[in-house]
């Protein structure tokens, strides 16, 4: 589940093309007043760098 982002488009081919984007998304199973979060960085629609909520880094890493 995404809970924010911020999007960054640029013009080319005569339309709006994402370029890039940062997603902070659901991380793991909510409880009590806790949602574990991450932060994603994606160029287009790639996911290129991934700050998760157990203090792991992944750069470069393909989700499947």
């Not at 013009?11 to 932060?39: F, K, W």
């Amino acid at each position: 589940d995404a809970l924010g982002s911020l999007l960054f488009d640029g013009y080319g081919n005569s339309a709006y093309q994402q370029s890039s984007a940062l997603e902070v998304v659901v991380d793991g199973t909510p409880s009590g007043s806790t949602v574990p979060s991450a932060m994603v960085f994606l160029n287009g629609s790639t996911e290129t760098i991934r700050f998760s909520s157990n203090n792991r880094v992944g750069i470069g890493l393909r989700q499947t």
